[in-house]
């Protein structure tokens, strides 16, 4: 199995920044996992893919978030990191690490990934 663990959540005031890393243990997926994303889940609400990166590094992110937040990976560390930046109310959700082998048609589709954490709250208020 892979075990995706998130950490940096936290309560930051609007105009803030957060980062946020997921660790990602893979040594037993001898196959690695092409695609490593975030989601978030407002309360009451679905939840969405954020931003994923590829295994080339090419990124992909929501149009809600484009230019506010970026995804980064380190490979050597096998960590995955979300920098956001002024962050606003609206940013406040639940949010999860996800990974996958690979995806069919949207790498921010969740059902497309097998794997993810327990996830990290992030409160902007």
């Known amino acids: 199995h892979v075990q995706l663990v998130e950490s940096g959540g936290g309560l930051v005031q609007p105009g803030g920044s957060l980062r946020l890393s997921c660790a990602i243990d893979n040594t037993v997926n001898r196959h690695g996992n092409r695609y490593i994303a975030w989601f978030r889940q407002a309360s009451g609400s679905e939840r969405e893919g954020v931003a994923a990166?590829?295994?080339?590094?090419?990124?992909t992110y929501a149009e809600s978030v484009k230019g506010q937040f970026t995804i980064t990976k380190d490979n050597a560390k096998n960590t995955l990191y979300l920098q956001m930046m002024n962050l606003k109310p609206e940013d406040t959700a639940m949010y999860y690490c996800a990974a996958d082998p690979a995806v069919w048609q949207n790498s921010l589709g969740r059902s497309e990934y097998r794997f993810w954490g327990q996830g990290t709250q992030v409160t902007v208020s």
């Open positions: 990166i590829d295994s080339d590094g090419r990124t």
